[in-house]
Structures are given as structure tokens and as C-alpha cells.
């Protein structure tokens, strides 16, 4: 479960650390301590945040092993905290994975300043991201990768054409399209009375997903056109 505008400090200075607690949350964070990555692994587990400080000169597991753990699982932003301030140590933190660093000793407010920075990014992608994803029960379109899926499982080798249409008929989920508005939509130019391309293409969507399920899920709506099977 992930709270927003969450932040999980691990770092094993307790000083700084709490440091970093107190004025998070006089900004309105809220925090979660974690004074080793053996500890922070374990939270973890169990807990997603909004933005995770991290030290890399950690008791038990080290902080580049912590790191490489949070970016098997997903993108949280993720600020290192180090007394390295080399420009290889810099480019290595950002290849391994890190979205940000602050250099010790920090001041506390560019610290709160960057956490801000991220959550705030973050929120942006994540907007993008739904604008550019569409779902219908478990078919989902995702403009972003040019992805179609039924459940977890991708539909292999689709079409521009293919993707257009599936893509126009999970935009208006209730809607009977005409052979007309499909046709011009997804390839871009006047249709002219010629309905064997785009039936081809509606055979060779069904068959694909019907390859994955048994779920129909593009309905002939006979005499007018297609929409999405209620």
C-alpha cells in the first residue's frame, strides 16, 4: 500500500536521519525510518512510498543492493544520500538507477526541496501514463509501448491499423462505430465505400485475442458496424 506523499529515510545516522524525519513532516510528509538496508528491505516488502532517501554506507545489506531490489519492483524516485561528490560517482549513481543525490553535509532544505521535486514529477509520469493507457474489462491499450494486452498476456505482432482501431473503440467503450468512422480513423485518409480491409482487420484482432481467450470482445453490429462487446 502506498501513502501519498510518503517518504522512507534509510539512512543509519540516527542525527541525520532524524533530521530528515523532522523536517519532512513539518512539510507534511509523512515518514517511515529505516536504519540498515537489512531493515529497509524488509519494509520494503510490504510498503510502497511516494519518494525512499537513501544512504549507500549501510549496515548489513548495502545501499547500491537496496537500490537494485527498489528497481526490480518499480520506478519510486529514489535520492541517494552520500558523502561522495566525484563527478564518476555522480554519473554511476544515476546509471545504477537513482533519480536524484544530495551530496553531505546537505542543507535540510534542498533536501525537502528535492523530495517535493520528485513527488511531483512522479505525479506528472503517472498522469501521462493513465492518458496514454486504456482498459476494458481485461483488454488494456497502452499508447505509450504500442502495447495490447489481455490480462498479463501481450498480443503478439499488431498492426498500426489493428492498434487504431482497438484503440478508438476503448476510447468510447459504449459506442456502435460505423465502418466509415473506423476505416478513416485508422488509416488516416477517406474511406470510399471499400469494407473488405478493414473486415480483414477485424478477423485478424479476434483471432489474435481469441488466441489468449475465450472472451469475445469486439461485437458486429450488423448493418452499421462494430463496438466493444457488452
Known sequence: MEHRNSVLIVEDDVNINGLLKEALEKEGYICTQAFSGT????????????????????????????????????????????????????????????????????????????????????????????????????LELNKGDFTVKVGNTELPHITKQEFSILELLLKHPKKVFSKEEMFEYAWEKQYRGETKTLDVHISNIRKKIKAVTDKEYIETVWGIGYRLHP
Open 39 to 138: 531493515e529497509a528491505r524488509m519494509i520494503l516488502q510490504g510498503e510502497r512510498y511516494s519518494v525512499i532517501l537513501l544512504d549507500l554506507m549501510l549496515p548489513g545489506i548495502p545501499g547500491e543492493e537496496v537500490l537494485r531490489d527498489i528497481r526490480k519492483k518499480g520506478n519510486t524516485p529514489v535520492i541517494i544520500l552520500t558523502a561522495k561528490d566525484t563527478i564518476d560517482d555522480k554519473v554511476e549513481f544515476l546509471r545504477g538507477g537513482a533519480d536524484d543525490y544530495v551530496t553531505k553535509p546537505f542543507d535540510i532544505k534542498e533536501v525537502t526541496a528535492r523530495v517535493e521535486v520528485q513527488i511531483r514529477r512522479a505525479e506528472t509520469t503517472g498522469r501521462k501514463e493513465e492518458e496514454h493507457r486504456f482498459t476494458y474489462q481485461e
